[in-house]
């Protein structure tokens, strides 16, 4: 890199939207999506990493740069069926993707320099990879440049899920729907979505219940079945149970609740709990049913069908290819899934509808 002016990734102008937690090393700063010092006990099985797999986290900051660069270590994502996870990294310059760029994932120390910034006052974010754990080590910028810490405030919105939520399939970090939707509807977005690992675990419920939400939601489902996590009458107990927990500090926040989307390779299989797809979703509706009957009046049903159905699956915006377990959105299928959530946030209200 040309000699630059450098800000450490620990400089208190940085702020990195999306964290739970900060893990702090030599040199370093990791963001993890659940407090990293009690990690093992979100996911006691193994798969902890997925939860330092910054999704959803962006570095933000607001400068008049006319270059940002970053100094930065990734990991290899680990072997997934189907395609694999590139890692991408967006920078998003007030709310417009200007570059996308391609990582070296090797466990070393790289670095990136992207230029052809404004040149006055905006709002940069790195949007990190979905599927990639990441180490910043600094960013670097024009050495007369301005900095400025990021401290506009949007309602926070959390959502649980598994990898359909994490951004599997994205076309890159603020592609993903997640980030699709909180982009369109001013959301400021916490992402507690683990690939492999929605079970409705207790530490879960109890991390969305003490992060600060003016919006909540979830997708759960696909991981029940696919695992076996809990048996048909189970999975009702653990949905309600899960809700129960989150209420105790957000008893009236806007809650949404939505069934897995559309899965044509396993809808009627019975996985190892004797659970289908068609039935997990039956019984998403009945416990969203359930506690409206017990007073929890700004609960919400999403159909996962609706959001992302047969039809979606048809026109082949999933991400596996025909003759494998299809269960992700494509690169093409998540502005529609992303748009198709945001109709049904607006129809229960959870969202405001706009003017």
């Known amino acids: 890199m040309a000699v630059r002016r450098v800000v450490a990734g620990d400089d208190p102008v940085l702020r990195f939207r999306g964290a739970v937690s900060l893990q702090y090393g030599p040199g370093w700063v ?5 407090p990293h010092e009690e990690a093992e006990l979100h996911l006691p099985e193994g798969g902890i990493g997925r939860a330092a797999m910054p ?5 933000t900051l607001r400068t ?5 660069g970053c100094r930065y270590r990734a990991d290899p994502a680990p072997r997934l069926n189907g395609p694999q996870e590139l890692p991408r990294l967006d920078v998003v310059v007030d709310g417009r993707i200007t570059d996308t760029v391609e990582l070296r994932c090797d466990g070393e120390d790289a670095e990136f320099v992207v230029t052809g910034l404004p040149g006055r006052m905006v709002t940069v974010e790195l949007w990190l990879p979905v599927y990639h754990q990441f180490r910043l080590r600094s960013l670097v910028v024009d050495p007369a440049s301005a900095l400025a810490y990021d401290d506009v405030e949007r309602p926070r919105w959390v959502h649980y899920g598994s990898s359909i939520s994490q951004g599997r399939g994205a076309r890159s970090p603020a592609r993903a729907w997640p980030a699709l939707v909180a982009g369109r509807a001013g959301l400021d977005l916490t992402s507690i979505a683990l690939g492999a690992a929605c079970c409705l675990q207790p530490m879960s419920a109890r991390l969305m219940r003490d992060l600060p939400a003016e919006l909540l939601t979830a997708c759960v489902g696909i991981n029940v079945q696919a695992l076996g996590s809990h048996s048909p009458a189970a999975f009702t107990s653990a949905l309600v149970g899960f809700v129960a927990t989150v209420r105790e500090r957000h008893p009236t926040t806007p809650f949404a609740l939505m069934s897995t989307i559309v899965a044509p390779d396993r809808e009627t299989v019975p996985g190892p709990s004797g659970l289908t797809i068609v039935e997990c979703r039956t019984r998403v509706r009945e416990a969203v049913a359930l506690l409206r009957r ?9 159909d996962g069908l609706d959001v992302f159905g047969p039809r979606e699956a048809g026109a082949g915006l999933l991400l596996e290819p025909e003759g494998t377990d299809r269960l992700h959105p494509g690169p093409a299928g998540h502005p529609v899934f992303a748009e198709r959530f ?3 946030l607006r129809r229960s209200l959870c969202v405001p509808v706009p003017a």
Not at 64 to 68: L, Q, Y
Not at 294 to 302: E, F, I, K, S, T
């Open 30 to 34: 990791a963001p993890w999506r659940v």
């Open 55 to 59: 999704a959803g986290v962006r570095v």
């Open 64 to 68: 008049d740069s006319r270059v940002i």
């Open 294 to 302: 017990h007073g929890d009046r700004n609960l919400h049903h999403v």
């Open 342 to 344: 945001l109709a049904a």
